[in-house]
């Protein structure tokens, strides 16, 4: 018998979840000087858990495009920021399907921002694993 390699713990998850991503609209009510409602779409990936989070661009916003405002990673609740990059703190609590609704809030490194829709995958998602119905907000509209 071979004892060769290391057990991957995540092979499971990964047979059963790839391309699979719950995909949320997400609004920050940036209240800086030049700030304004900025809308994101955050992807939340089932077979590593990690999320990430893209920009949603207008054309002529006016504002320089900024793809991304995280990187597919694991995102903390409330991140503990340490003066050494390669420092592990292992108690962190991490956002999870469940803490993605529509009408809650995520904190994204300091920014409030709000979930107001989610796509249809996302819906049967959440009806067929864990009951919920997944309704979207009416938002103000933007002044021009």
């Not at 060769?4 to 092979?11: A, I, S, V, Y």
């Not at 503990?80 to 904190?107: A, N, R, W």
Request: proline share 6%.
């Amino acid at each position: 018998m071979l004892k060769g390699g290391r057990p991957n713990k995540n092979l499971e998850s990964f047979l059963n979840n790839d391309r699979k991503v719950l995909c949320f609209n997400i609004l920050w009510e940036d209240r800086t000087y030049d700030g304004g409602d900025k809308y994101y779409v955050l992807n939340y990936f089932l077979s590593d858990r990690k999320i990430e989070v893209k920009e949603i661009n207008t054309q002529n916003s006016g504002r320089f495009p900024f793809p991304m405002l995280l990187k597919k990673q694991r995102l903390a609740k409330a991140p503990i920021l340490t003066h050494c990059p390669g420092m592990s703190l292992m108690d962190e609590e991490f956002y999870g399907p469940c803490d993605l609704q529509c009408g809650k809030k995520v904190s994204i490194y300091g920014r409030e921002c709000l979930i107001y829709d989610c796509d249809e995958f996302t819906r049967q998602w959440y009806c067929n694993n864990m009951g919920l119905e997944q309704k979207p907000l009416k938002l103000a509209k933007a002044r021009p």
